[in-house]
């Protein structure tokens, strides 16, 4: 980076932080080319997105009506999984909502759980994870330098989502993915979410323990879900018109759910990692890419953004307060923690990967669509 100028985008606030960002000749970066080229198509007018919406619900109730449950939704207590459910109850759906509890829960996110499911009505299964399996996983991510430690949280929350859907016989999984505030995240900020191999080799190099209990999910099991089980996620956020801060206000007033502060902290590590461990060790603050998100969505203006990402994530006494939290809870001592924000950053694939068996499986996949062999 210190060989780099710094510049940021003209129309969005991504910078070089981002290794490979790029620009154009009027100083738009790569993100923002990209949005116009494959996101901006998929952006629906509402009329447009509510018949397709319409037709999904149809199909999820057809496929359900004999079952307990037609589809089934991962709830973190954060807004966009929130906001699904929300929804999922006024289209007459009937989830079985998830919750993924490996331990780092905030009070917040239990109560906005407890206040979703008993406001709208639906069962709730909590995963709930061996603690300290996952913690000597999370101290071997630590060990091993990369960039995203969260990587076992999502690989086993989905890998947990898909196991529950098959022993309930539940085909459809609604997600909180969505375009308007995720339509931009950097390559280098994150690693492949169904990387096994990843989490293993990781694992087997740092770790004192075997992975027993951690729900996973390989390739084979992957393509089992997929082609025998034919599982479908359905982000329904996508139909609509989806705007966060709308989102909050609804979930406020007809749910009784509270604001936990910036987006994806309604875990007290992910609030801890992204406000303190990226920032600190990997010169990364995602809020540039959440806040550009919304810039390219039109929910906010790149002016408001600026002077949102010129605050600090964390104020100081409070980023020490919950450094020694983290440490302790992790079986780490406070300078055994600094040692390792002062380790040389390393990437994942100095570590076993199988991303590259996806990306050419998705490429045979988009063939045999386009010469008909396979459904779209």
């Known amino acids: 980076m210190s060989n780099i100028e710094y510049r940021r985008c003209t129309r969005c606030i991504m910078d070089t932080t981002d290794p490979d960002i790029s620009f154009d000749n009027n100083g738009v970066c790569n993100h923002c080319r990209r949005f116009d080229i494959e996101i901006k198509p998929k952006l629906l007018l509402p009329a447009e997105g509510r018949k397709i919406l319409d037709e999904i619900v149809t199909k999820i109730k057809k496929d359900g009506i004999k079952k307990e449950y037609d589809c089934i939704l991962g709830l973190s207590g954060g807004v966009d999984s929130a906001f699904v459910a929300y929804k999922a109850k006024e289209l007459g759906l009937r989830p079985l909502v998830v919750h993924f509890d490996n331990g780092w829960n905030t009070e917040i996110s239990i109560k906005n759980i407890e206040q979703i499911v008993k406001t709208l009505g639906f ?10 399996e996952f913690k000597d996983i999370q101290r071997s991510f630590f060990k091993a330098s990369v960039v995203d430690i969260e990587l076992i949280t999502d690989h086993s929350f ?20 969505n375009f308007a505030s995720e339509a931009i995240l950097p390559d280098k900020w994150r690693h492949f979410k169904k990387d096994l191999m990843n989490i293993e080799s990781i694992q087997n190099k740092y ?7 951690l729900p996973t999910m390989g390739v084979f099991k992957y393509l089992f879900y997929k082609f ?26 007809e749910v009784g759910w509270k604001n936990y502060g910036n987006k994806h902290c309604e875990s007290l590590f992910t609030y801890f990692y992204q406000a303190y ?32 990402i ?54 045979v996949f988009k063939y045999c669509r386009r010469i008909g062999l396979l459904k779209s």
């Open 123 to 132: 069962d709730l299964e909590t995963y709930v994870m061996d603690w300290e």
């Open 228 to 253: 025998i089980k034919r599982f479908e996620c359905v982000s329904i956020l996508n139909y609509m018109d989806y705007n966060r801060d709308e989102a909050m206000k609804i979930l406020t007033s």
């Open 158 to 177: 989905l890998a947990a989502l898909y196991d529950i859907a098959s022993r309930r016989k539940i085909k459809y999984i609604l997600e909180g993915v």
């Open 277 to 308: 461990i990226l920032p600190l060790k990997f010169n990364i603050d995602k809020r540039k890419a959440h806040l550009s998100s919304l810039i390219l969505s039109g929910q906010i203006s790149r002016e408001q953004a600026l002077k949102i």
């Open 207 to 213: 770790g004192t323990m075997p992975i027993k209990n």
């Open 310 to 363: 010129e605050e600090e994530p964390y104020p100081s006494k409070v980023a020490e307060e919950y450094k020694e939290y983290v440490a302790k809870k992790l079986g780490f001592t406070v300078s055994d923690f600094d040692e390792i924000m002062r380790m040389p950053v390393k990437s994942h694939y100095d570590y076993s990967s199988e991303e590259k068996i996806y990306v050419l499986m998705h490429k």
